[in-house]
């Protein structure tokens, strides 16, 4: 069963998503958040799998309350539910570890998704929101002029884990699809991310998204 908190500071949006989660017979709502601070007291207290963060919250800001979760020993995944207009503050939880991003203007079925997916270690991006971001300079890897040329030192073992990361898949599908173990997968991608500059498998997921609008993306040599 996946263990999900919801952070959001408006009682009818937790309450709307509360309601979807709730059909998916393998999730399950721990608790509801009203702002940062809540939060981190319910993750210590409840331990989720997931936390769906919505980041402009009064007090503490579901971007302070990502950054402190996912310092945190084991943290749970943090699946950021953001509106237009925020990139600046998407782009600091891409760093921050954030597993993922989505729009809150999205249909159930995208939602439940993205829960199992960032649960199972993936990755979710919304495409809108990604190519927001893309043009707003993030990550700065994607934007450099090298960023071909850092893909192309990467093994034949490690373009393919990349190529998986750009796909959102997590360790474990990862390995499925290679035939390899996850611990030799989490090794190929540990060298993966120091070979093209990134610092989490988020912001490899968003270099994979733009080297495919270029034309280079999976598969490509």
């Given amino acids: 069963m996946i263990r999900v908190l919801i952070a959001d500071d408006d009682a009818l ?14 999730i399950t709502v721990t608790g509801e958040a009203r702002d940062g601070t809540e939060a981190v007291d319910a993750v210590h207290r409840d331990r989720p ?33 953001t509106t237009f207009g925020m990139d600046e503050n998407i782009t600091a ?21 993205a829960v199992r997916t960032v649960a199972a270690g ?10 927001q971001l893309l043009a707003h300079g993030a990550p700065q890897a994607g934007r450099a002029a090298g960023a071909r040329a850092r893909v192309a030192r990467l093994s034949t073992r490690e373009r393919q884990v990349f190529d998986l990361l750009g796909q959102g898949l997590g360790n474990a599908e990862i390995a499925a699809r290679l035939y390899m173990g996850v611990s030799t997968v989490k090794t190929y991608v540990a060298r993966a991310l120091t070979k093209l500059g990134v610092e989490n498998r988020t912001q490899a997921a968003l270099l994979a998204y733009e080297l495919t609008l270029h034309g280079a993306g999976p598969g490509a040599r």
């Fill in 93 to 113: 939880a891409l760093h921050a570890g954030a597993s993922g991003f989505l729009l809150k203007q999205l249909n159930p079925e995208q939602l439940l998704h």
């Fill in 13 to 26: 949006v937790r309450a709307g998503i509360r309601a979807i989660v709730e059909t998916g017979e393998d």
């Fill in 49 to 81: 799998d997931v936390v769906l963060m919505d980041i402009e919250m009064p007090g503490c800001d579901g971007l302070t309350a990502t950054r402190r979760l996912l310092a945190r020993p084991a943290p749970p995944k943090v699946l950021v539910l």
């Fill in 122 to 131: 993936g990755t979710v991006l919304s495409p809108t929101v990604t190519r």
